[in-house]
């Protein structure tokens, strides 16, 4: 049973594009929502996170959109560059629990 | 600081070998966690701790098992290793406070022939 779904699974664009990112989740205990980045040969590090009272984050050319009453969320990446190319995942976590529940991934290439 | 630490890197078993898999980190972080990422899956929790002396299960318990006698390791066993557990192993540390990143090690690419 996947509580988080991802999509897409793969994602090209060029230079400067703006690739979104998206997920959905069924459990609304779920009360903070982050996003790890993932080079190769590397372990994910948080990108940035969101709780569901906003409906909008920014970090940098980072921003995550957050639709509660669709049970949605997802990442744009603004004026994409080579070295954003990873696998992106977002996750869920329940109310007074510690536990990740992570999506599939999207593998991400910025073309120069 | 090293932060999150795995030993070893890469390990290639047979079928019904064991192995530990070491995690250590220098945070003074109370949670631990041990993941598995296998293609398209994402990560999936396998266990974890929430202070030294305690473990939980987590979404893939089955055929593995894990310590905490220090606060700063967390160790994942595998007793009879099968194919299905051929996977790259990340453990991550969060602390009790405010802060809820979790922060991953390297990994752990493990083969099982």
């Known amino acids: 049973q996947q509580q988080v779904k991802q999509s897409p699974q793969s994602l090209i664009v060029q230079k400067g594009g703006i690739p979104i990112i998206n997920c959905a989740y069924e459990n609304t205990a779920f009360d903070y929502f982050p996003w790890y980045q993932q080079f190769p040969g590397k372990g994910p590090a948080l990108l940035i996170a969101i709780r569901p009272d906003v409906s909008e984050k920014k970090e940098g050319r980072f921003t995550i959109s957050f639709n509660k009453s669709a049970k949605q969320f997802s990442l744009h990446i603004m004026d994409s560059q080579p070295g954003d190319s990873a696998t992106y995942f977002c996750?869920?976590?329940?109310?007074?629990?510690?536990?990740?529940?992570f999506g599939s991934g999207t593998r991400l290439q910025v073309q120069p | 600081n090293a932060g999150v630490t795995q030993t070893p890197k890469f390990r290639v078993l047979k079928t019904g070998q064991s192995m530990t898999l070491l995690c250590a980190q220098d945070?003074?972080?109370?949670?631990m966690y041990w993941y598995r990422q296998d293609p398209g899956m994402g990560l999936r929790l396998i266990h974890y701790s929430v202070g030294e002396g305690t473990t939980a299960k987590g979404e893939v318990p089955d055929g593995y098992n894990v310590s905490r006698l220090k606060k700063q390791n967390f160790l994942l066993g595998l007793e009879s290793a099968a194919p299905s557990q051929t996977s790259v192993y990340f453990c991550?540390?969060?602390?009790?406070?405010?802060?809820?990143?979790?922060?991953f090690g390297p990994g752990t690419r493990l083969l099982v022939l």
């Open positions: 945070m003074n972080h109370e949670y």
């Open positions: 991550a540390s969060s602390s009790r406070g405010a802060g809820e990143t979790q922060y």
């Open positions: 996750a869920a976590r329940r109310a007074g629990r510690r536990a990740l529940t």
